[in-house]
């Protein structure tokens, strides 16, 4: 049963098909898996780059936190509604001039969106929510609270996994994140008293789901040190407000953003020792060129 | 029994194989045709190994001939010889062979010759002659048509089958001779009729002689010109000749394999027999100078009052086409073409029925004649179904006009049309309320509930407004009965309609909103996801939105969301009632249709007189004596009556609904509004 | 034509691809059976049935191909549950005698559960594996662990490539000793040359592939538009169909090339060869192959093949028939190039020197020949028993895995002594041989279609 696996003296083995070698058929050639290679495409980490990364991460579960908070004060009536959507148009404007001064108006011109077209939007929101509000308002009457909970605590759950957090994996969609913590905003927004509250409380997740990580983004891009003492104080505004509501809540809270931004990064960095790709020619050919300019 | 086909077969047979061996890759083709071919006398044949077909073949046969076994079983001990004889050819032939045997058509492959000798059994008692009737070559078969007596001249009886031949197209010819001897045999005789063969020559030439009467005939063959002189076996079939002349032989539904061959064998037979009318036409009390004997020798059939009625028809026909073309000419004048009337023309089932009743009329009066027997019983289908729906339609006229029904009928309809309109508004109050428990969505129900119960409003007060005039529109209506109880039927279909048109308008309400809101959330829950429907290459691609389109889109699908149940309970209930009104209806239609195709004539004619519709033959087997010829007697296998009706139904106008079930579902499940009842002539939806 | 070697053995092929499918692996069971035939083995097919074919069907000089009546789940694979193909494998495996299981395919899930229970009967094992897998995405981490538990008791593996040995020995982490390269074949006489079909005032390149990314379509969109704006006597043939058809046909339409690309849709198997004859070049744009038949029947043909470096394509043509660039669009424009500057010089040999030099190269009496060896090998080896085959199981295949599938081996026993228990070997009856030195099909009972049968019959 056992082949001989020494070579026919004078006669060295040849990865060829075509011709018949004096070889068995199983025989096993010291140039067996020579073209192996392992983890061609590892990357090295620094730990100060991957913490900074996370702070995008950080900021998502601040927002929500933030979020679910403002509500929580609106519906025990500690909140007002004028009071929070004079200080949601504040906060807006400051945003908006930011936005434009962060990068000396490169942006805009890039993009070629005009203020009028910005102004016109927020009419349009405006008025549509305005409009709307009371039909929110009964919208969820006839359904039980915990369904509600549910429902919107799931929603935001989705809408923190496929938010676009600047990876590239198939799994990202920035509509469907979006989409989802507004499907979650009007759910909760139609268990307040009244109509205002609704109306108010859809602008401000309209602002802190859609405007801030725009604005964010940006800060992230031009003013690194900036953002990072933005997102520390982020941070400790949201744990402050959750302290206030409940202590323990702001303790898993904390250690959660501490895991997150500190934990994980370290975690990663070891594991990558333990990575083993395969490498070899029976690898699918990728296809390292743009070939769609073929096409335009 | 073969190891190899057995088993295959068991294991095939486990597993619910259906279509055993059919095809056969190259090379082994020839194998199993060779081994069919193969008349095996030696007990060691060697059988194809997947011959589960034939003994499948072999079973059937089995059972057929035991069958036969019980349905016949003389006590004569000379039969059970016979039927042992039969049990030992059916151990050594091939099975195909049998069957082609006991079916009296000769099989393509088997080493002796067998004649098939149709003789008719009313010239069973005639007197000596010759025989005249059709030789079918390819079936080594004779068909006899009648005797010629003696004495007769030659040359006069050529001319005669000369002129039998120009008119009926059917190639008759003199076949051999006949000869009945009172007493004992005459040598004579025999020569004679040999000589005959010379003067008529015919290749084979026949001989049936009967001695006094015995039952048992001496048939043998003359063939002079054969390069290979075969011992031809005889077997003479006696066949009723007015049954198979009057008889219409139905071909089997599937035209493929044995039967059909056996079925185009047969109705040569009966082919020759019907269009030679003409032979039977002269009787014996003739002046001619040939003496024939048929079935008609002893006098033809006639009838006055059926001469009568043809002659009457005429006229009438003619007469009726006038009227049906003035009336037709009416209905396609342009006056009746204006939209309002069109529209509820062509939604009202009685004008379709009257329509097609018209229809009816015509293909009667038609003064052609019927070329075929299919046309002849379409007439006759349609007239017997005229008659009886106007004599139904006339005694329930009858009925309704006596004791004043019509006037307690209309007396009893506004009530029961105030009754239902107030069944619908508490249904409404009751989903308006907390129906079954669920909990719907306040606004949206008063707002539809409110609607719904307006539109009740508007039709009570619609039936009250009508309700001193119903007596005298209904007295009329009832008139049109007459025109037949399909009518009658159809006009009670309408006013059902009629009266809960109601229910329909607000079926189509809530279907609609149904619709739109499945497919505004539909499109809405493609935005959700960030995906668009590309209509160029008829799929979702994903799409980048503006933050605006995003946020209303996102806001609006949540809103429909949250409104649906209640859109979707209302939708429900509707559908339900209209679904009910609508199998009402189908029910009534579904009658109409029946009485309208029902094949009356054709069934009569199978209970009265089943020989003239015949799906084939069967053969029973006669006393049968050593040495003579095989004796069978041909009897005609009236079609089923489930033959009868598939063959012969009337078509009708409406079709049924071609939707499956599942596309029913589907279409009530996205809003689709349904038309179950579609009329041949509508546009596909 | 005499009973081959030392002993004829009794072969089950198994695999969920076959005639009437027709493909890659089809073919190579079709074809290796006939050959393994022709040597005096016992062969037959098992696989499952294909719309209203249900049943035993008989092939050329008996074959004998069992059609089984099991549900297809996705592309020709059999849904698969690992136990409800038990009786009928058995009773197959049993009536017909049969020594050796050969299955085909990693794709085919009828092919692993024969593995399996052939195993569980104790019966010998061969696997031959036609296709390269990655290792990266879940999916196949996922189909490399099931093929590691399939193969790990495994009597002897046949690869087609080298390359598709490496990688197969790396998914399944087998002893390379165990595994033999045994190339596929192509039939020499169905793609002869024949150089009066082709158009020699213009160049013409022929592409016959299914139109999928994995054949590097994407490449052939970008190379067809350089070449045909450098060369402006090149046409193109593409035949073949698929989701990528549509990228070809918006090129064809972007630059106007309607008169020089030809895209002929879906070809028959026996169309291909026509439409090869007409063709100077073949080009094969794969992003990935264990061994390309294309490029062979190509050269049989006589023309000069241009293909991507990739999977087993180096090993299979020698350097003077074939060009090989790297799976980009400049360096297959280059190996173009360079094929057409030969074609114009007249440096290519003639159609009929390359059929003449391809055709000594893959044989399938070569391929049997080699596979019988396999068997002979096997033959001699003995079959774990139930004990050690659970060892095996738990401490090669990963503790979770090998666990799991010791189970459901322990349960296949239990349900194959149920099954004995049920219908005993003893009264399922033998089948009469259709091929084999026993066979029924063998000569001797071809003649006698007039004459009595007085041979002596085969015994049952």
């Given amino acids: 049963m056992t082949c001989a696996q020494q070579p026919v003296p004078g006669r060295r083995w040849q990865k060829v098909l075509y011709e018949r070698q004096p070889f068995p058929d199983n025989y096993v050639d010291q140039r067996f898996l020579e073209e192996l290679r392992k983890n061609v495409h590892a990357r090295q980490y620094r730990y100060q780059a991957v913490v900074f990364q996370s702070g995008a991460v950080v900021q998502q579960l601040c927002s929500v936190c933030v979020f679910v908070l403002t509500w929580w004060y609106m519906d025990a009536g500690m909140l007002s509604p004028q009071g929070l959507f004079g200080a949601a148009l504040v906060s807006s404007l400051l945003g908006y001039v930011l936005f434009d001064a962060v990068d000396g108006g490169a942006g805009r011109w890039a993009s070629g969106r005009t203020r009028w077209a910005d102004l016109k939007s927020t009419l349009v929101f405006a008025a549509f929510t305005y409009g709307f509000s009371p039909v929110l308002k009964t919208l969820t009457e006839s359904i039980s609270t915990d369904t509600i909970y549910a429902m919107s605590a799931l929603m935001l759950l989705g809408h923190l996994i496929f938010f676009d957090y600047g990876a590239n994996a198939a799994i990202v969609s920035s509509t469907l994140s979006l989409n989802m913590a507004i499907f979650a905003s009007v759910c909760l927004a139609s268990r307040l008293p009244r109509a205002l509250h609704a109306f108010v409380m859809v602008t401000f997740a309209m602002q802190i789901f859609a405007l801030w990580p725009m604005l964010q983004k940006k800060l992230k891009a031009q003013t690194p040190r900036c953002y990072v003492g933005v997102t520390v104080l982020f941070a400790l505004a949201a744990l402050a407000g959750l302290a206030t509501v409940s202590s323990v809540g702001a303790v898993l809270f904390a250690s959660l953003l501490l895991a997150i931004s500190c934990l994980c990064p370290y975690c990663l960095i070891r594991l990558q020792l333990l990575k083993d790709n395969i490498h070899g020619p029976w690898d699918e050919a990728e296809i390292k060129e743009d070939l769609s300019r073929f096409l335009m | ?685 | ?460």
């Avoid at chain 2, 009337?650 to 499940?669: E, Q, V």
């Avoid at chain 3, 104790?122 to 193969?151: E, I, M, Q, W, Y």
Wanted: charged letters at 20%; a neutral charge; aromatic letters at 10%.
């Fill in chain 3, 1 to 460: 034509m005499e009973g081959g070697g030392p002993e004829a053995h009794s072969v089950c092929m198994v695999s969920d691809f076959f005639y009437p499918n027709m493909g890659g692996v089809e073919s190579h069971v079709y074809q290796l059976s006939q050959c393994l035939i022709e040597r005096g083995h016992k062969v037959l097919v098992v696989t499952h049935a294909y719309g209203h074919r249900k049943g035993v069907r008989y092939l050329t000089n008996g074959l004998k191909v069992y059609y089984l009546p099991l549900k297809v789940m996705y592309n020709q694979s059999t849904a698969t549950t690992l136990f409800h193909s038990l009786p009928l494998l058995r009773y197959i495996f049993v009536r017909e005698r049969v020594t050796i299981v050969h299955a085909h395919s990693s794709f085919s899930a009828m092919a692993h559960d024969a593995l399996f229970h052939a195993k569980t009967m104790g019966l010998r094992t061969v696997f031959t594996d036609h296709s390269l897998f990655g290792f990266a995405d879940v999916s196949s981490v996922l189909t490399n662990k099931l093929l590691t538990v399939s193969l790990c008791d495994t009597n002897h593996i046949i690869c087609v490539s080298y390359t598709s040995k490496e990688n197969t020995v790396l998914r399944a982490a087998l002893d390379p000793r165990i595994v033999s390269v045994i190339p596929n074949a192509v039939d020499p006489t169905d793609f002869t040359p024949d150089p009066s079909r082709r158009d020699d005032s213009t160049i013409t390149i022929v592409v016959v592939s299914r139109l999928v990314y994995r054949k590097g379509i994407d490449l052939l969109s970008g190379i067809i538009p350089e070449l045909c704006q450098k060369y402006p006597e090149i046409h193109f043939i593409v035949g073949g169909e698929g989701p990528k058809r549509i990228i070809l046909e918006e090129v064809r339409e972007r630059y106007q090339l309607h008169d020089r690309v030809r895209l002929l849709g879906g070809l028959e198997h026996q169309d291909v060869r026509n439409v090869l004859v007409q063709g100077h070049i073949f080009l094969n744009t794969s992003l990935t192959e264990a061994f390309c038949m294309a490029i062979v029947e190509a050269a049989s043909c006589g023309l000069q093949v241009v293909s991507t470096r990739v999977g087993g394509i180096p090993e299979v043509l020698p350097e003077n028939l074939i060009i090989l660039c790297e799976p980009s669009v400049k360096s297959l424009c280059d190996g173009l190039e360079k094929a057409i500057s030969q074609l114009r010089s007249g440096t290519l040999p003639s159609p009929e020197t390359v059929h003449n030099e391809v055709k000594t190269f893959y044989t399938w009496r070569n391929v049997a020949e080699r596979t019988e060896k396999v068997y002979d090998r096997v033959a001699d080896e003995v079959v774990l028993p139930m004990k050690e085959r659970l060892d095996r199981l738990m401490t090669h295949c990963g503790p979770v895995t090998g666990c799991i599938f010791a189970f459901f081996a322990v349960l296949n026993f239990l349900l194959l002594a149920f099954l004995r228990w049920m219908t005993p070997d003893s009264i399922i009856d033998v089948a009469i041989d259709a091929t084999g030195p026993k066979g029924a099909w063998t000569k001797q009972c071809l003649f006698g279609k007039k004459r009595r049968v007085k041979e002596e019959l085969p015994n049952s």
């Fill in chain 2, 1 to 685: 029994m073969p190891d190899l086909g057995w088993s295959d077969g068991l294991c095939l047979s486990v597993y619910h194989h259906q279509r055993p061996f059919q095809d056969w890759e190259k090379g082994f083709t020839g194998k199993l045709q060779a081994s069919l071919e193969f008349p095996s006398n030696s007990a060691d044949h060697q059988e194809p190994p997947e011959c589960a077909y034939g003994c499948w073949l072999s079973l059937m046969s089995l059972l057929k001939w035991l069958g036969l076994v019980f349905l016949n079983m003389p006590s004569s001990p000379l039969w059970w010889l016979w039927s042992a004889q039969i049990f030992l050819v059916f151990t050594h032939h091939p099975q195909v062979e049998f069957l082609c045997l006991l079916a009296g058509v000769c099989p393509c492959r088997v080493t002796a010759m067998v004649l098939k000798v149709f003789f008719p059994s009313c010239c069973s008692s005639a007197d000596s002659g010759i025989l005249i009737g059709r030789w079918i070559s390819e079936q080594n078969s004779v068909v006899i048509l009648a005797v010629v007596h003696f004495p007769f001249i030659p040359v006069q009886v050529k001319q005669y089958l000369g002129e039998v031949q120009r008119v009926t197209k059917v190639s008759v010819s003199v076949l051999g001779s006949w000869s009945n001897s009172k007493q004992e045999k005459e040598e004579s005789l025999s020569e004679f009729l040999e000589d005959l063969g010379t003067i008529f020559c015919h290749e084979p030439w026949i001989q049936i002689s009967k001695e006094g009467d015995s039952k048992f005939w001496s048939c043998s063959i003359l063939q002079k010109h054969s390069k290979n002189p075969q011992e031809e076996e005889i077997i003479l079939v006696y066949y009723d000749q007015r049954k198979v002349m009057l008889s219409h032989l139905h071909p089997p539904l599937d035209t493929a394999g044995q039967r059909a061959e056996d079925a185009s064998k047969l109705s040569a037979i009966f082919g020759t027999v019907a269009r030679s009318q003409v032979l039977f036409m002269t009787d014996r009390y003739n002046e001619g100078p040939i003496k024939l004997t048929h079935w008609q020798s002893d006098g033809v059939e006639a009838s006055i009052i059926v001469e009568l009625l043809k002659q009457a028809s005429v006229p009438a026909c003619m007469l009726l086409t006038f009227l049906l073309s003035l009336l037709s000419g009416i209905c396609r004048s342009r006056v009746l073409k204006f939209w309002p009337l069109s529209f509820l023309w062509s939604k009202l089932s009685t004008c379709e029925q009257l329509g097609h009743r018209l229809q009816h009329l015509q293909v009667i009066s038609s003064s052609k004649k019927a070329q075929n027997q299919n046309q002849l019983m379409r007439k006759a289908n349609i007239f017997v179904s005229l008659l009886i729906d106007v004599v139904l339609g006339i005694l329930l006229m009858s009925w309704l006009y006596r004791k004043n029904r019509i006037g307690h009928l209309a007396d009893t309809l506004v009530p029961v049309a105030d009754h239902v309109a107030e069944e619908l508004q508490d249904l409404l109050q009751w989903l308006m309320g907390a129906p079954a428990g669920l909990k719907m969505n306040r606004a949206l129900d008063q707002v539809l509930g409110r609607f719904f119960l307006y539109h009740i409003h508007l039709w009570i007060s619609y039936i009250h407004l009508l309700s001193p005039f119903i007596e005298m529109i209904l007295w009329y209506v009832g008139l049109s009965a007459c025109l037949g109880l399909t009518v009658a039927l159809c006009i009670l279909s309408d006013i059902i309609a009629l009266l809960t048109f109601h229910i329909y308008c607000f079926y189509v309400y809530g279907a609609r909103l149904y619709c739109l809101k499945i497919y505004g959330l539909s499109s809405l829950w493609r935005l959700f996801r960030g995906k668009k429907w590309n209509v160029l290459r008829q799929r979702v691609d994903s799409c980048s939105y503006d933050l605006d389109q995003l946020f209303i889109g996102t806001l609006l699908f949540t809103i429909l969301l949250f409104l649906l149940p209640t859109t979707a309970l209302y939708y429900l209930v509707f559908t339900l009632l209209r679904l009910l009104v609508v199998i009402v209806q189908g029910l009534i239609h579904l009658l109409v249709d029946l009485i309208d195709s029902l094949p009356l004539y054709s069934l009569i004619l199978r209970l009265c007189r089943s020989y003239r519709l015949a799906a084939g033959v069967k053969f029973r087997v006669l006393e049968q004596q050593d040495g003579k010829p095989l004796r069978l007697l041909m009897q005609i296998n009236p079609l089923s009556y489930r033959g009868v009706v598939q063959t012969y139904r009337l078509p009708t106008y409406s079709c049924y609904p071609r939707d499956s079930w599942a596309s029913l579902c589907k279409k009530l499940f996205l809003g689709e509004l349904i038309y179950p009842w579609k009329h041949k002539g509508d546009k596909q939806n």
